[in-house]
């Protein structure tokens, strides 16, 4: 009985906590809501530090800490979301650790995209950017799968950028570009546009991002969306990204929100004097 | 649009401990030299940055703030540019960057776009009387100077040739600049030279693209550091392929008011940052 009345308690609290949430969503919602959200997940190693567990877990909590993160964006509104996983330079650390970010990455892949994993549930697309070249075949494999199986999901995209840098995927999309060119023929003289370009980067499945969010307190972009961030917020926290919650989230969306008619006349015109 | 009342943006900044000084940046007697002084005794010499970027952010907005027509903002940053300058150049910083036109700003009123390049020339000017000569600065200019006025290209390519072999601080200044036009530059001339067959598609790489930039020259071309003022946190399209690991630092200053206890904090708040260790899962 106590049981009972205990869990019907639980969950009328769960409940209501959940309407202020979208009382509190619906409330953002008069402004405008960026359309794409740029997450650096920094910090997971000193979250495990701090309260004494082994990196593995610390990368766990850090998980959970995403989608949290997805479920409160999925509800806000935002449309894309790209997390940054891996970069180039972490294939340099020590290889145990590489090895636990990828069986976790294998792993954490592996249960999302079952039938009754939450992507499914929440009909999100994922799309992997980077150089999937250089990860372990397993992994790849599942990226791959992974996206397959949730590309017809409409609701929310989210991109994971792993074994990406901003340098190297705009000298691949130089690459694509030329052989493009080349494969078109030499008779007509083309030259490379900026265009071309922005077509061949990993990132051209989502817009460019409004808001870019990196904890931590760190306030570098680490060769990440170097290209596509030119207009965005940065915000920098100094919460650690396992700490990370609705009120960073928040405190974003109402920055974008106050510079966001200028931002936009912005970007209009860098399409504007593109065309010149 | 909600209306919002703007929170004090305490993340503009690391301090290893606390400035007193009053919101308006009004300083009471001799508080600024001591000011001065303080900061420069916390830097080390050995973690400066080696080349600093800074976009120059809030001329409009000072002016305005004061009552006074824009173009007496853009004249008071002008001076300000100087003397920080000076102030990078007895620091030791090797290379300055400073944004001074975007390929955006195009679109602003044909009358302040006239006054900005009279302006840019009057600087190139006083830096060829004053600081070229006495401390032996080396000025370059970076962007698409086909746009710039007869006058402005003139005096860029007679002052960069006239303090070509000067070995002091390396002043660059990009003038109707875009990051993303400078990747798509590089790319074009990476094309024709696969087109005329010297090169092989697959050769193409970073190193490749990097070395085809426009701000491939000084010995450092990638920034340690972006300071921006006025408090917006944003990149504008400034140097996109070379801030990739540089540290940003956001004041809330107005250009003109960022004097050098600003300039010496921000680098002091790197210093900070690069002594303590980089911590984090990226570099």
Known sequence: MEKQSSSVVVRLLGSLVGYMRRFLFRFLSVGPIPRHMAFILDGNRRYARKWKMDDRMGYKVGFLALMRLMRCCHELGVKYITVYVFSIENFKRRPEEVQTVMELMLEKIEGLIKEEGILNQYGVRVEFAGNLKLLSEPVRIAAEKAMRVTAHNKSLVLVVAVAYTSTDEMAQAAQECCRDKADRGSQQQQLVELADVERHMYMAVAPDPEILLRTSGEKRLSNFLLWQTSNSVLYSPAALWPEVGLRHLVWAVLNFQRVQPYLHKRRNHLYLSTQQ | ?283
């Not at chain 2, 009387?129 to 006495?134: A, F």
């Not at chain 2, 450092?220 to 946190?233: A, H, Q, Y």
């Open chain 2, 1 to 283: 649009m909600i209306p919002l009342v703007l929170f004090h943006n305490s993340m503009s900044s690391l301090k290893p401990c606390r400035a007193t000084k009053t919101t308006t940046g009004e300083w009471p007697n001799g508080a600024r030299e001591n000011e001065v002084i303080r900061l420069r005794g916390y830097l080390n010499q050995e973690f400066m940055p080696k080349h600093v970027a800074l976009i120059m952010d809030g001329n409009g907005r000072w002016a305005k703030k004061r009552g006074l027509a824009v173009q007496d903002g853009h004249k008071s940053g002008r001076i300000n540019l100087k003397y920080l300058t000076y102030n990078c150049s007895n620091l030791g910083i090797k290379m300055l960057t400073a944004y001074a036109f975007s390929t955006e700003n195009w679109n602003r009123s044909r009358m302040e776009i006239a006054f900005l390049m009279t302006t840019f020339e009057e600087f190139i000017q006083s830096l060829v009387e004053d600081l070229m000569t006495r401390h032996d600065i080396r000025f370059s200019a970076i962007g698409e100077k086909s746009r710039l006025p007869e006058s402005l290209q003139s005096a860029i390519s007679k002052a960069e040739e006239m303090s070509r072999t000067n070995k002091g601080l390396h002043f660059v200044m990009a003038m109707s600049y875009s990051g993303r036009n400078d990747v798509v530059e590089a790319a074009k001339i990476i094309a024709k030279k696969v087109e005329r067959g010297t090169l092989q598609t697959s050769e193409i790489d970073e190193a490749m693209l990097e070395q085809e930039l426009m701000t491939n020259i000084g010995q450092f071309p990638n920034p340690d550091m972006l300071i921006r003022t006025s408090g917006e946190l944003r990149l504008s399209n400034f140097l996109m392929w070379q801030l990739a690991y540089s540290q940003f630092y956001f004041s809330d200053k107005l250009f003109p008011d960022f004097g050098e206890e600003d300039l010496l904090e921000a680098l002091a708040s790197y210093q900070y940052r690069v002594s303590a260790g980089f911590e984090s899962d990226w570099k």
